[in-house]
C-alpha cells in the first residue's frame, strides 16, 4: 500500500466537554477490544485521541465534503482511527470511535463496492434517496454489510454525539478490481456484480471475516514494513471472502438491472471523465468531439453503446447530480439549484429532478437532512 494515515492527537481535559451519556459510551468503548473472543486479543482502543475536522478535511479529499460550517479545530471523532487509500481506488478505514457532534458528511462516490464489517455501535447512511442502518443483528454479533454502485452516486452519513462505533470499511473503486482481473470469466464475474446500481446487501460476519478484521484492527497502528505487508495480505483477504458472499447474494437476491448499462473498460471510463471536465463549459457535442479528438458520430456511437444513452442526456443528469449535490451539500435554493442544472425555470428542474430522483428536491432535502 503506498499510502497511510493515522490522524491521533493527545488531549488532557476530553472529560470536561462530553455529557454524561458520553462518559458512559468512553467507559464502554474503553473496555471494549477488536477481537469477539477477548482472551486472543488484549489490545483497548486509545480513547483519548482527538480527531479534528481539518484532519478529516485533508484527509478526505478524495471523496468527502461537509454540509456543515463548522470551525476546522473542532473536534469531530475521539478514539482510535485508521485512513489508508492507494492511488488506484482501494480505501481502508478502520476505528474503534465516539462521534463527537451531530453532523452530515456527503461524498459523491465512483463506480465502487464498499464493504463494512460492523463490531459495535450503528451507523446510519443513505444512498441516493434510500436510508440505511447497519448495527441491527443485537450485540456481540459482528455485521457484514455491502453496497454497489454501477455509476456515480451521493452518499450521506450521519454521525450522532456520544455514538460508539467500532468498524472496517473497505471501498473498493470498480476500476481496481478490473485492473486485477486477467480472464474473461473474471472480467464477466466484475460486469455481474455491478449489473445493478444501489443494490445493498446484509449478512452476518463468518468467523474467518470476524478474525481478520479483528487482527486487522489490531495492527492498524503498527508501522513496521512487515506489519504493513501483512495489513494489505488481510485486505486483499477480506475482500476475497466478501465477494464469494456477494455473488451466492446477489444469485438469491437477483435485485434489478439498471435501467443503463455501465462501462466496462477503464479506456471508456475515461470517455466519460472528458465529457464531465468539459460539462459546465456549455460546450456543443460538436465541440465536445472535436476537444476529444473525435467525430461526432464516433462519439455518440461510443458513448451510446457504453452507457446507453446519448452525449446530450447524459449531460442533463449529470447536471441534476450537480444540483443535487448543491441542495444537500452548499444548502442552495431551489431556484439555485434548477440554474445549476440548467434551467430556466424552477418548475421543468423540479419535474425532471424527480424523474431522476424519485423525489423532489425539498422532499430529497428533508429525507436526507436531519
Known amino acids: 500500500m503506498s499510502k497511510r494515515h493515522s490522524v491521533m492527537k493527545n488531549h488532557q481535559s476530553v472529560e470536561s466537554v462530553l455529557s454524561n451519556d458520553e ?32 484532519e478529516l478535511n485533508r484527509m478526505n479529499v478524495r471523496y468527502v465534503s461537509f454540509s456543515e460550517d463548522k470551525a476546522q479545530d473542532e473536534v469531530v471523532l475521539k478514539g482510535l482511527f485508521h485512513h489508508h487509500f492507494d492511488r488506484h481506488g482501494l480505501s481502508v478505514h478502520a476505528g474503534n470511535l465516539i462521534e463527537m457532534a451531530d453532523r452530515t458528511s456527503f461524498a459523491e462516490l465512483p463506480p465502487a463496492i464498499s464493504m463494512t464489517i460492523l463490531f459495535d455501535g450503528k451507523v446510519s447512511f443513505s444512498l441516493g434517496s434510500q436510508r440505511y442502518q447497519l448495527g441491527c443483528l443485537g450485540e456481540g454479533r459482528v455485521e457484514c454489510s455491502a453496497f454497489i454502485i454501477n455509476q456515480p452516486e451521493m452518499l450521506s452519513r450521519r454521525f450522532e454525539r456520544g455514538m460508539h462505533v467500532n468498524k472496517l470499511n473497505i471501498f473498493i473503486e470498480r476500476q481496481w478490481l478490473e485492473e486485477r482481473a486477467t480472464t474473461p470469466d473474471e472480467k464477466q464475474h466484475i460486469q455481474q456484480l455491478f449489473q445493478a446500481h444501489a443494490a445493498f446487501y446484509h449478512w452476518q460476519a463468518s468467523d474467518v471475516v470476524a478474525k481478520l478484521a479483528s487482527d486487522y484492527l489490531f495492527k492498524a497502528q503498527q508501522t513496521t514494513i512487515q506489519d504493513e505487508l501483512l495489513k494489505e495480505a488481510i485486505i486483499f483477504q477480506l475482500i476475497a471472502e466478501n ?128
Not at 468503548?29 to 489490545?43: F, G, H, I, L
Not at 435501467?259 to 472528458?274: G, I, K, V, Y
Request: hydrophobic share 40%; aromatic share 6%; with cysteine.
Open 23 to 54: 462518559k458512559t459510551a468512553l467507559t464502554v468503548a474503553e473496555q471494549n477490544d477488536y477481537s469477539p473472543n477477548k482472551q486472543n486479543n488484549q489490545v483497548t482502543a486509545r480513547l483519548d485521541n482527538m480527531i479534528y475536522l481539518s
Open 243 to 370: 465477494l464469494k458472499v456477494l455473488t451466492s447474494l446477489q444469485r438469491t437476491e437477483m435485485p434489478q438491472k439498471t435501467d443503463q448499462p455501465c462501462a466496462t473498460s477503464l479506456q471508456e471510463n475515461q470517455l466519460r471523465h472528458q465529457i464531465d471536465d468539459m460539462l459546465m463549459q456549455s460546450m456543443t457535442v460538436a465541440e465536445m468531439a472535436s476537444a476529444i479528438g473525435l467525430s461526432v458520430s464516433t462519439l455518440q456511437r461510443k458513448f451510446k453503446t457504453t452507457y446507453g444513452m446519448t452525449v446530450n442526456n447524459y449531460c442533463r443528469q449529470r447536471r441534476l447530480d450537480m444540483a443535487k449535490k448543491a441542495l444537500l451539500v452548499d444548502k442552495k435554493s431551489i431556484g439555485e439549484a434548477a440554474f445549476i442544472a440548467g434551467y430556466a425555470h424552477p418548475s421543468n428542474f423540479i419535474t425532471a429532478f424527480k424523474k431522476r430522483f424519485k423525489l423532489t428536491p425539498s422532499e430529497l432535502v428533508a429525507t436526507i437532512l436531519p
